[in-house]
């Protein structure tokens, strides 16, 4: 315990202690680290084999690991394209292995984070993943049905296991290394031969989670019927079966002396076993679906993921809850601007609408009414008046200046994707997972008139410029008259989202084969086709002068497209994950962008130049620039998650307090929005210093304790 203790206290006095400056040179790079958690469900989690750090993989698409001890973020390792299945530590904790559904397996270097290698071969998800005891060999499980094994150093497959008939979804190493044990869909648990790739034996076993204990005798497994069951792995015999559960079970694992059966299950429990005699020996209890296990390497401690993003470390033998990692953001789900371009709203999955002042020192006031996700927020023409709009099936109006509740709208029988308001903010238009378009008086909050008919979900609507006519994208795109509420037109083909040019001559739409499709407003006639995303659009908007139109997609890009030309104007690797919403400024010189790894992003349109990042919390925000320059409304003397990592030493973080005098700048936000728009960054930003040149505060007790 002590070499524990000392070794961080002579890394922070060497970053802190200008004295000490043989370090000094060597610190040539310094990266500002947000700990924000997961955006999605925990999938997989693994130890690394000295205790000290865990991995976790999330459906966020990213791979995260975390201190063990302090429950610090060390760092977010982002490549994958789709959700990540599956994490595995190498048996010398050098390498970090993912699986994913964007069919490939990557290796990570775990002192670095960077991205090693990655293994392609397999045609469909790749679902579990496991090294061989000598770590030279990595096994796959795929939903191609097949169990492949590969080279560490070459990347190259090796051998081929064939018999399932449905997706893999678990696998295993015995301890020797000569047996790997597979479970798929097809409900069997087989048995193969690793180094000849012969299939030893089939357990027709009604489950597709597998664990092979630390011995190697046996195998126990999980499924959606709730029950755990031990098999013996030489014969294929059932030797117990543990019940309990009320619902599917994810995940199970053994523990590392083998005398104890840990099971996850959808009933939100952790549970732990007796191999010997079958009988519950502690239940945890989570807030969410339990999705993943892993046993610390000394067995004291077993940790969780859930659902709720959120990993869980408890202690095996009281059964107590030691700590909680993650869990600290929300995806964003939709943004806009003020009509002056002052404020921004955004809604999020915490069912929060947050108003962000921009201008001047920030805030942020959370608006809370909604009781699930907030899918669509919008001002109004005059900037008094918000709308959001959510999965609780309600439209919610707010007051800015007052920042409370107005009126609640309720009609929807189904979640509320799209709102649009009147030029005059008189009316309000709402479109709905229930195919239907309601349009509500803002003053009296009733119902005027439904459009219906729409051939799916509506995820978009759009008044023309003098308000007549309303736009509708759901399945189809259809357009009514707003007085009569007569059906005036309908285009065919199927929508992922819609935006109406602000000459309401151009709709823009999101097509099935990712493009995007002008079309003439009026006749329904192709202009043009913009080519380039590799998954489903999921937001549009025009710039205010409409010679510009910016996408946001599932494939993590922003894009920009010339409106007369169709040609693609600039990419942008904006999140990490899906760009959900895209917004620009009304005068048309920012451009704003919503991400599922729960930031908002600031660019230039003309330059695709990121300006800042917002990074919402809980209660509190942090903003960060490319530069490394930092602010937030945390409490200055006691910061917690936020950290440095110099060098690409990730493992070793560093404490705020090490930059912050030359990083830290309050009203960052407003002043790099401001500086950028009438180009006096230079003047309002004195140029960083090397990081090795930096005279650094000296230690203080708190950071040396």
Same mark, same amino acid.
């Given at each position: 315990? #002590?070499?524990?203790? /000392? &070794?961080? +206290?002579?890394?922070? $006095?060497?970053?802190?202690?200008?004295?000490?400056?043989?370090? =000094?040179?060597?610190?040539?790079?310094?990266?500002?680290?947000?700990?924000?958690?997961?955006? #999605?469900?925990?999938t997989a989690l693994a130890y690394s084999p000295d205790g000290r750090t865990i991995a976790s993989a999330s459906d966020d698409q990213t791979i995260r690991l975390w201190d063990v001890t302090t429950g610090t973020e060390l760092k977010s390792m982002e490549g994958h394209s789709d959700n990540v299945k599956s994490v595995m530590f190498s048996p010398d904790g050098k390498t970090i292995a993912s699986a994913s559904d964007d069919q490939t397996i990557r290796l990570w270097d775990i002192d670095t984070g960077a991205e090693l290698k990655q293994i392609r071969g397999h045609s469909g998800s790749v679902n579990a993943i496991a090294f061989s005891p000598d770590g030279t060999m990595l096994g796959s499980g795929s939903d191609d049905g097949t169990v492949r094994l590969w080279d560490m150093k070459t990347g190259k497959e090796l051998r081929r296991f064939e018999g399932h008939t449905k997706p893999v979804i678990s696998l295993d190493f015995s301890f020797d290394g000569k047996t790997i044990a597979s479970g798929s869909l097809d409900r069997t648990i087989r048995i193969w031969n690793a180094d000849s790739g012969a299939e030893r034996r089939r357990i027709d076993a009604l489950s597709y989670f597998i664990d092979i204990s630390p011995d190697g005798n046996t195998i126990g497994s999980g499924s959606d019927d709730k029950i755990v069951r031990l098999w013996d792995i030489r014969t294929g015999v059932e030797l117990k079966r543990f019940t309990g559960h009320s619902s599917s079970i994810r995940d199970i694992a053994f523990s590392p002396d083998g005398n104890t059966v840990a099971s996850a299950s959808d009933d939100k429990t952790v549970r732990l076993w007796d191999p010997q005699t079958g009988s519950e020996l502690k239940r945890f209890d989570g807030p969410g679906e339990q999705f993943a296990l892993a046993f610390a390497p000394d067995g004291r401690t077993l940790a969780s993921g859930d659902f709720q993003q959120t990993i869980f470390i408890w202690d095996v033998k009281s059964g107590s809850e030691i700590k909680r990692l993650g869990g600290r953001s929300a995806w964003v789900?939709?943004?806009?601007?003020?009509?002056?371009?002052?404020?921004? +709203?955004t809604g999020h999955d915490d069912n929060s609408v947050r108003l962000w002042k921009i201008s001047g020192p920030m805030e942020m006031t959370r608006l809370e009414g909604h009781s699930s996700m907030v899918a669509s927020v919008l001002?109004?023409?005059?900037?008094?008046? $918000? !709308?959001?709009?959510? /999965?609780?099936?309600?439209?919610?109006?707010? *007051?800015?200046?007052?920042?409370?509740?107005? %009126?609640?709208?309720?009609?929807?029988?189904?979640?509320?994707?799209?709102? !649009?308001?009147?030029? *005059?903010? =008189? /009316? &309000?238009?709402?479109?709905?997972?229930? =195919?239907? $378009? #309601?349009?509500?008086?803002?003053?009296?909050?009733?119902? $005027? %008139?439904?459009?219906?008919?729409?051939?799916?979900? +509506?995820?978009?609507?759009?008044?023309?410029?003098?308000? %007549?006519?309303?736009?509708?994208?759901?399945?189809?795109? =259809?357009?009514?008259?707003?007085?009569?509420?007569?059906?005036? %037109? #309908?285009?065919?083909?199927?929508?992922?989202?819609?935006? &109406?040019?602000? *000459?309401?001559?151009?709709?823009? @739409?999101?097509?099935?084969?990712h493009s995007i499709l002008l079309r003439d407003a009026g006749s329904g006639a192709e202009l043009k086709r913009l080519q380039g995303h590799t998954n489903d659009v999921l937001s549009l908007a025009f710039s205010p002068d409409g010679r510009v139109l910016a996408s946001g997609s599932m494939d993590g890009t922003l894009r920009l497209?010339?409106?007369? @030309?169709?040609a693609e104007l600039k990419r942008i690797k904006a999140h990490p994950f899906w760009v959900n919403s895209v917004r620009f400024s009304r005068d048309g010189r920012i451009l704003t962008s919503g991400g599922a790894d729960g930031t908002i992003k600031f660019w230039t349109p003309e330059t695709a130049r990121e300006l800042a990042t917002v990074i919402p919390l809980e209660a509190e925000w942090v903003v960060t620039t490319p530069g490394g320059r930092f602010d937030t409304n945390k409490s200055l003397d006691k910061i917690e998650g936020l950290h440095w990592i110099v060098n690409d030493e990730i493992l070793k973080p560093v404490p705020l307090e090490a930059f912050m005098r030359h990083y830290y700048e309050p009203n960052l936000l407003a002043r790099v929005l401001k500086c950028t728009q009438e180009g006096t960054c230079d003047r309002e930003f004195k140029p960083l210093p090397p990081i090795g040149a930096i005279n650094r505060a000296r230690p203080s007790v708190a950071v040396v304790r």
């Open positions: 315990m #002590r070499t524990h203790w /000392y &070794l961080p +206290v002579l890394l922070v $006095i060497a970053l802190l202690d200008p004295s000490r400056s043989s370090a =000094q040179p060597n610190a040539s790079k310094v990266e500002l680290h947000v700990e924000t958690g997961h955006t #999605r469900a925990i789900r939709s943004i806009d601007f003020s009509p002056d371009s002052t404020a921004i +709203v001002f109004s023409s005059d900037g008094t008046m $918000i !709308a959001s709009g959510s /999965y609780d099936k309600t439209v919610r109006l707010w *007051d800015v200046e007052s920042r409370s509740a107005i %009126k609640v709208f309720q009609g929807h029988s189904r979640s509320v994707y799209a709102l !649009a308001f009147t030029h *005059d903010g =008189q /009316y &309000l238009a709402s479109g709905s997972e229930d =195919q239907t $378009i #309601r349009l509500w008086n803002v003053s009296t909050g009733t119902e $005027i %008139k439904q459009f219906g008919g729409q051939s799916g979900w +509506v995820r978009s609507v759009a008044f023309d410029f003098d308000d %007549k006519t309303l736009f509708g994208g759901g399945g189809d795109v =259809q357009a009514w008259d707003v007085t009569t509420g007569a059906a005036l %037109k #309908r285009f065919g083909g199927w929508v992922s989202q819609m935006a &109406l040019s602000p *000459d309401s001559k151009i709709l823009a @739409t999101g097509s099935s084969d497209w010339d409106v007369s @030309t169709g």
